[in-house]
């Protein structure tokens, strides 16, 4: 099987920043995309930033110029950088992975992390 561990999250005023570090282990074989989304109370998970396997990169909007996400593929993790942090980022924080493994025939299949929770005090 695989799992994704996230850790990083936490508790910052406005203006700060945190770091968020979310490592693939397991049998795999390869990873594609990596990603981050977050879900706030009472509304729907949304995509964060998203990286490719060659580090072609995509943002939210509302996050472009303070986040940076990147990756290293020798260690299978996946980053994100968060500066210039608002209290409307808070939410918990997953990590997302397409993952190719021995159990699914080689087929790409979509892991979760557990989530981890940033609340960014005004």
């Known amino acids: 099987q695989v799992q994704l561990e996230e850790s990083g999250g936490g508790l910052v005023q406005a203006g700060g920043s945190l770091r968020l570090s979310c490592a693939a282990s397991?049998?795999?074989?390869?990873?594609?995309?990596m990603g981050w989304y977050r879900q706030a109370p009472g509304k729907q998970r949304e995509l964060v930033a998203a990286?490719?396997?060659?580090?072609?990169?995509n943002y939210a909007d509302s996050v472009k110029g303070r986040f940076t996400v990147s990756r290293d593929n020798a260690k299978n993790t996946v980053y994100l950088q968060m500066n210039s942090l608002k209290p409307e980022d808070t939410a918990v924080y997953y990590c997302?992975?397409?993952?190719?493994?021995?159990?699914?025939?080689?087929?790409?299949?979509?892991?979760w992390g557990q989530g981890t929770q940033v609340t960014v005090s005004s």
């Open positions: 397991g049998s795999i074989i390869i990873i594609n995309d």
């Open positions: 990286i490719t396997r060659g580090g072609s990169t």
């Open positions: 997302n992975a397409a993952v190719a493994a021995p159990h699914t025939m080689g087929l790409m299949k979509n892991y």
